[in-house]
């Protein structure tokens, strides 16, 4: 069976009715059920209906968005969690390299004490507790 340009629009506004929000989450979803129809020959209705059937209706399209959601959520989380370490090292390494400049005396070394405790207040400590929420936040969900 060929699907005509209605029958697909029909399929992407069902979809968007049943809660798929992510524009390519619906074009892979409408692309499985048209490849669905498509192989069958048939009534459009009813062969729709069994490609629903066949997704575990519309209750589990919607658990489809909901966990593509969480998945781009954790990946959200793993890129500020790669930050902070990246951040707390260099910081650690920053007030390291600043205190052995003040031990010897070396010029400069109040300068990289303040640069290296400035980034530490201004960037790893907020980097630190916006992980800290997105991390808690991510639990409850």
């Given at each position: 069976m060929i699907l005509s340009d209605a029958q697909i629009d029909f399929i992407n506004q069902s979809l968007s009715f049943y809660g798929i929000e992510s524009k390519s989450l619906k074009e892979d979803v409408t692309d499985h059920i048209c490849t669905y129809i498509e192989s069958r020959e048939g009534n459009f209705n009813d062969l729709y209906k069994q490609a629903i059937t066949e997704f575990g209706g519309y209750v589990a399209i919607k658990n489809i968005q909901?966990?593509?959601?969480?998945?781009?959520?954790?990946?959200?989380?793993?890129?500020?969690?790669?930050?902070?370490?990246v951040s707390g090292y260099c910081v650690a390494a920053l007030l390291i390299i600043s205190y052995m400049f003040k031990y010897a005396s070396w010029p400069y070394a109040t300068l990289l004490l303040n640069i290296s405790i400035g980034s530490l207040v201004l960037v790893f400590f907020p980097l630190f507790f916006y992980y800290q929420y997105k991390k808690t936040v991510y639990k409850t969900t």
């Open positions: 909901n966990e593509t959601g969480l998945q781009l959520f954790a990946q959200k989380i793993k890129r500020v969690q790669k930050l902070v370490f």
